[in-house]
């Protein structure tokens, strides 16, 4: 079972458009962490939210923890080309290791 | 280039061969991480490491798989008779503590396909 379930799974959207996704569980975590990969990459990490509520913002990428600590979201603004890959949520399972969703994998067109 | 160091790249094997991935953590890290990704989907954890012990292993196959991460030397994957199925990207992590806040640095994978 996904521990971890992602939406959507897939996203394209023009160049400076917003865009919204989303990480649910039915479970509560610790911490939650976003990365982001590019083909032929590892991913790599862009946050970690841990205080249920907590907004962390990048430039132009806004991250919410859910108050409950079950979901979250990652918003982007005015989204550039350089922004498409594919987003990774992960959350610590019980033993305290993380367990990552499918992602979404967005496409920015110029 | 003091990031996770994989290789190779890219690793071709026949079916029923042996095939060995391989895992340099950063520099000062002691926890490795090994996961799989299939095209179009994301990362399956397999196996957390300490050195010289496996801590989680419950995300990799019983059979035909193993790890390791010797005192010295890089961190091993080992798939034994190699099946079709097994072709995937293979990733490493490290990070310097256990913990759920923890960062978890990648290496570039190595992308395994059987013929």
């Known amino acids: 079972t996904q521990l971890l379930e992602q939406s959507p799974q897939f996203l394209s959207i023009q160049e400076g458009e917003n865009l919204t996704v989303y990480c649910n569980s039915s479970?509560?975590?610790?911490?939650l962490q976003w990365y982001r990969q590019e083909p032929g990459e590892g991913p790599v990490l862009l946050v970690t939210?841990?205080?249920?509520?907590e907004v962390k913002k990048l430039k132009r990428l806004t991250f919410q923890f859910g108050d409950a600590r079950k979901d979250s979201s990652l918003h982007i603004t005015a989204a550039q080309p350089g922004d498409t890959g594919l987003y990774l949520c992960?959350?610590?399972?019980?033993?305290?290791?993380?367990?990552f969703g499918a992602g979404t994998r967005l496409t920015v067109k110029p | 280039n003091a990031g996770v160091m994989q290789n190779p790249r890219h690793l071709v094997r026949r079916r029923g061969q042996e095939a060995r991935l391989r895992c340099s953590p950063m520099?000062?890290?002691?926890?490795v991480y090994w996961y799989r990704q299939l095209p179009e989907e994301g990362l399956k954890f397999m196996v957390y490491?300490?050195?010289?012990?496996?801590?989680?292993e419950s995300g990799m196959p019983k059979e035909r798989f193993s790890a390791e991460f010797p005192k010295e030397g890089p961190s091993i994957l080992r798939i034994q008779q190699v099946v079709r199925g097994d072709s995937a990207a293979y990733f490493c992590?490290?990070?310097?503590?256990?913990?759920?806040?923890?960062?978890?640095?990648f290496g570039d994978g190595t992308r395994l396909s059987i013929l």
């Open positions: 992590a490290s990070s310097q503590w256990r913990g759920a806040n923890q960062p978890q640095h």
């Open positions: 479970s509560v975590f610790s911490s």
């Open positions: 939210v841990v205080t249920g509520g």
């Open positions: 992960a959350g610590a399972d019980n033993n305290n290791d993380m367990r």
């Open positions: 520099k000062g890290h002691s926890h």
């Open positions: 490491l300490q050195k010289e012990n496996i801590i989680d």
